[in-house]
């Protein structure tokens, strides 16, 4: 089955520092999702970006489909950024949505 | 929009007990999933309903988990007999279909002592 890695699998920022999480897939994706899961264990959808690239406030996600990643970008940090970050992709033929190793990032005051 | 509703939030139980937990979906999503995420690692699907029919279940172990969604739009998810390993949070999401993404409820975080 696909494999999805997501680097690096911890990061520590001081509050407004930039930074970039990657998620790598093994196989084509037609559908990819980053999520946010906060402290108190909840999901929380950022981007659906099944390819090219989106932003939303101070973060902004690129998928490029066809190289097999997607990158997470988040500008001027705030401790309300910590938590696990996840890619979860789904690939054609498949119904099923796999989810990354994450990224459990903490920004520090 | 009402999001997805998961209940309870906390359960304790004892191993060999059974336990049951129940997920409302967006309303209109057809596609409901349930979700089982372990301490320290992401989530991994246990089942997938297209309406009230399962498309993907191969995760989930059929000697001791069950689940059903009567009528298209609720679901419920069983353990019996729970195992010490089935501690964690079950996570339930929908989606309007499948190319498009999915929303979560809040979870329900499980300890089998």
């Known amino acids: 089955g696909i494999q999805v890695e997501q680097s690096p699998p911890d990061l520590i920022l001081q509050e407004g520092a930039n930074s970039t999480l990657r998620c790598n897939f093994s196989?084509?994706?037609?559908?990819l999702q980053w999520f946010h899961q906060n402290p108190w264990g909840q999901l929380i959808n950022l981007f659906y970006i099944p390819s090219g690239t989106k932003q939303n406030g101070r973060l902004s996600a690129t998928t490029v489909a066809t190289e097999r990643y997607s990158l997470l970008y988040i500008s001027s940090s705030q401790t309300t950024d910590s938590g696990v970050y996840f890619c979860a992709v789904k690939t054609s033929g498949t119904y099923k949505y796999i989810f990354g190793t994450g990224t459990r990032l903490k920004v520090l005051a | 929009e009402a999001g997805v509703a998961q209940s309870p939030r906390y359960k304790i139980i004892e191993k060999r007990q059974s336990v049951a937990f129940w997920c409302n979906p967006i309303s209109g999503h057809a596609t409901l999933y349930w979700y089982q995420q372990i301490l320290g690692q992401g989530p991994k699907l246990l089942i997938q309903?297209?309406?009230?029919?399962?498309?993907?279940d191969s995760q989930l172990p059929k000697d001791r988990f069950s689940a059903e969604r009567l009528k298209g739009v609720d679901s419920t998810l069983k353990i019996q007999p729970a195992k010490l390993e089935d501690s964690a949070v079950y996570l339930c999401a929908s989606s309007w279909g499948r190319p498009s993404p999915l929303h979560f409820g809040n979870g329900t975080r499980l300890t089998v002592t």
């Open positions: 309903f297209q309406n009230n029919g399962v498309v993907d």
């Open positions: 196989d084509s994706v037609n559908n």
